[in-house]
């Protein structure tokens, strides 16, 4: 069973930055596409940011574009999500996501999960 833990998160004020990394057990991560999360108190699941298999290409939820960058080392078998400029908005618990079917990064369709790993931004 492939596993994906998140580690980085913690309080930060405004303004201020924070990297949150994935590592994954799977032996064959670097054939998934990666991705992040979150979810905010009483809110849905929404997507932020996903990398595919080979980091050609990379896509972000309009409400972190030049804030957030997400990347990969297929060698470590992680992902990283550097978060800059935080608002409070952004507070939530970031989830790492993981898909290896044909076009999920495309269709954002993340199958393979993390169990969260909190950010909260203080005003």
């Known amino acids: 069973q492939a596993e994906l833990v998140e580690s980085g998160g913690g309080l930060v004020q405004a303004g201020g930055s924070l990297r949150l990394s994935c590592a994954a057990s799977a032996s064959t991560f670097s054939r998934y596409s990666m991705g992040w999360f979150r979810q905010a108190p009483g809110k849905e699941r929404e997507f932020v940011a996903a990398i595919t298999w080979n980091a050609g290409s990379s896509t972000y939820a309009d409400s972190v574009k030049g804030r957030f960058t997400i990347s990969r080392n297929n060698v470590e078998n992680t992902a990283a999500l550097q978060m800059d400029n935080l608002k409070p908005e952004d507070t939530a618990v970031y989830f790492c996501?993981?898909?290896?079917?044909?076009?999920?990064?495309?269709?954002?369709?993340?199958?393979?999960w993390g169990q969260g790993t909190q950010v909260t931004v203080s005003s």
């Open positions: 996501a993981a898909c290896s079917g044909y076009g999920c990064y495309a269709s954002l369709k993340f199958d393979l």
